[in-house]
């Protein structure tokens, strides 16, 4: 069983940056796909980010493309999303998942683990 837990969510005005956090414990994470979702009220979970278990292959949503940066750290269990310019409407709840297997996918049902979430709210 794998536990993640987010952290550096916060308050940020728009056109700044934050830097998420996501530790993994229970079992080591580096063959496993990890990602970043997100869910702003009222709206479904939405795929955010995703990297491969090397980390040679990411993947982003249109919508952050160029403006946030999927990283990961495999001897610390760690995946970070580095996230700058940010928007208003970035604001969400941000949780990190992993997958079984190699196949990165941006589906949230074949992600296996999640973290209970971090809040970014972004300021006009």
């Known amino acids: 069983q794998v536990q993640l837990v987010e952290s550096g969510g916060g308050l940020v005005q728009a056109g700044g940056s934050l830097r998420l956090s996501c530790a993994a414990s229970?079992?080591?994470?580096?063959?496993?796909?990890l990602g970043w979702f997100r869910q702003a009220p009222g709206q479904e979970r939405e795929f955010v980010s995703a990297i491969s278990w090397s980390g040679s292959n990411k993947y982003y949503a249109d919508s952050v493309k160029g403006r946030f940066t999927i990283s990961r750290d495999n001897a610390k269990n760690t995946v970070y999303l580095q996230m700058n310019s940010l928007k208003p409407e970035d604001t969400a709840v941000y949780s990190c998942t992993a997958k079984k297997g190699a196949a990165v996918t941006t589906n949230t049902y074949e992600y296996n683990y999640w973290g209970q979430g971090t809040q970014v709210t972004v300021s006009s």
């Open positions: 229970g079992r080591t994470i580096s063959r496993n796909v």
